[in-house]
């Protein structure tokens, strides 16, 4: 696949609530969001630019000694994609892709699913979503779903169980949102100058600001689970898997 038309971004804040100092904890010996890089070099090499966006000059730090390409954002931005957003401004990269700078185990294969799907139907926004089989999953509010229709368009996210099964016996599987997020150039721009909707506040969800102000999202379904880190069990289990 040729990725010369996208920039991948690494949205990585030092500060974190629930795992303080998340891009430079250590995995296998390299700061973490230097291990979400290594993920990416294959893209990199297919045309993609690819690059950190952090708050923190000590992340950048960590950055250059790997040879990472980094970049300084604002400080006081609400969310990752905002982070993105200030990037794009000054990039002409038809394409962007926000890769958390948490997530060291996601599946090239899986991005270029959405990737291509954007490209195809010269898409707005797109996201992955895996089929989760697990009724704890399905219960956690923890664990986003998504009900999409029959083109594979979102139509609704939620923390609660969609779709509901009344009979649930009959539960088989449910679509899992996976937070990684594709945008048109422009459309990101947009998107971060729209005003919080009441459904994304209610959720604590921001894909919600787009279908609440009426931005289509296209899904795409990734083969393999994310494996995020939030927490310090998240990291050591990372740390057992990547050793």
């Not at 290594?38 to 045309?47: A, F, P, V």
């Not at 400080?75 to 997530?103: M, W, Y």
């Amino acid at each position: 696949m040729d990725w010369t038309p996208w920039l991948i971004i690494i949205p990585a804040r030092l500060s974190a609530t629930r795992l303080p100092r998340k891009p430079l904890a250590d995995l296998g010996g390299k700061p973490l969001v230097v291990r979400v890089f290594e993920r990416l070099e294959g893209i990199q090499r297919q045309g993609a630019e690819v690059l950190v966006a952090t708050d923190a000059k000590e992340v950048m730090d960590a950055c250059a000694a790997h040879g990472v390409p980094s970049q300084l954002t604002r400080a006081d931005h609400p969310s990752g994609t905002d982070r993105c957003a200030e990037i794009a401004q000054k990039r002409s990269q038809k394409f962007i892709l926000n890769v958390q700078g948490d997530e060291p185990f996601v599946h090239l294969e899986d991005l270029e699913a959405l990737a291509q799907k954007m490209s195809r139907h010269q898409g707005k926004m797109g996201t992955l979503i895996h089929r989760n089989t697990k009724q704890s999953d399905y219960e956690n509010p923890n664990c986003v779903k998504a009900v999409i229709d029959q083109e594979g368009r979102a139509l609704y996210f939620s923390r609660s169980p969609i779709p509901y099964c009344r009979a649930p016996a009959r539960f088989d599987f449910f679509w899992q949102h996976l937070g990684i997020y594709a945008f048109a150039r422009q459309t990101l721009l947009d998107f971060c100058a729209l005003p919080q909707h009441p459904l994304e506040k209610a959720e604590s969800l921001e894909q919600l600001r787009a279908l609440g102000h009426g931005l289509p999202i296209l899904t795409a379904e990734a083969l393999h689970p994310a494996l995020g880190i939030d927490t310090p069990e998240d990291l050591e289990a990372a740390r057992a898997r990547f050793n």
